[in-house]
């Protein structure tokens, strides 16, 4: 079965750092382009992060310079490092494959559970 | 970049018939054919229901199909039924950055 799987997510501090993990299966990895999209709590989607499978990278406004996309095609993984993180982070953070592969324009067709980010102190 | 406006809510019946609109600019909506829609149930993730305007991927019923006519996209879901009622989202490839803006939802209550 074609899976995500997102780890990493818990409660951190103002100022504070965390790095998010996705975990992909069931697909070959290295040929789609990922994302990362958040939902802050009883609020809509929010797209945060594109990575192709050949490392193009794009972020919103709202966290470039803080947050950094990656990804490891041998380990099927994406990742997201978050820095100088915000109470405004505070959002369940999803992964998401692009649908057609690696197209900057494109729809998102596998979520993952998602992953809670609770920024407070 | 603005999100792209849906109305916060839209009710019907069984077997009744509705649409959500979904209201973006020349920069986005208006200007490629990269809208998609996506459902979502409480506690749940996004699940993809319509890409590049008005295609379905695999799976999804064909109760469901999309339009667009200039700046405005729209998600019509034919003989409504009990396990539709969800939230639905929009979204689109822009021009600007944003690279993706998706709507601000709407919340489809079945009667």
């Known amino acids: 079965d074609v899976q995500l799987v997102e780890s990493g997510g818990g409660l951190v501090q103002p100022g504070g750092s965390l790095r998010l993990s996705c975990a992909a299966s069931g697909f070959t990895f290295s040929t789609y382009s990922m994302n990362w999209v958040r939902q802050a709590p009883a609020k809509g989607l929010e797209w945060v992060s594109y990575?192709?499978?050949?490392?193009?990278?794009k972020y919103a406004d709202s966290v470039k310079g803080r947050f950094t996309i990656s990804r490891d095609n041998a380990k099927n993984s994406l990742y997201l490092q978050m820095s100088s993180l915000r109470a405004e982070d505070t959002a369940v953070y999803y992964c998401?494959?692009?649908?057609?592969?690696?197209?900057?324009?494109?729809?998102?067709?596998?979520w993952g559970q998602g992953t809670m980010v609770t920024v407070s102190s | 970049q603005s999100a792209l406006t849906q109305p916060a809510s839209v009710s019907g019946s069984p077997g009744q018939s509705i649409t959500i609109s979904c209201t973006g600019t020349s920069s986005d909506v208006g200007g490629y054919n990269y809208v998609s829609w996506y459902q979502q149930h409480p506690g749940k993730a996004p699940k993809l229901m319509i890409y590049?305007?008005?295609n379905r991927p695999s799976g999804v019923s064909n109760r469901f199909s999309g339009s667009k006519s200039g700046n405005t996209a729209s998600l019509t879901i034919s003989g409504l039924q009990a396990e539709d009622e969800a939230d639905y989202y929009c979204?689109?490839?822009?021009?600007?950055?944003?690279?993706?803006?998706f709507g601000t939802g709407t919340k489809v209550t079945v009667l």
């Open positions: 998401a494959r692009g649908l057609r592969g690696n197209y900057l324009a494109d729809a998102f067709d596998i």
């Open positions: 979204s689109s490839y822009t021009s600007t950055s944003p690279l993706y803006v």
């Open positions: 990575m192709s499978g050949t490392s193009t990278i």
């Open positions: 590049d305007v008005i």
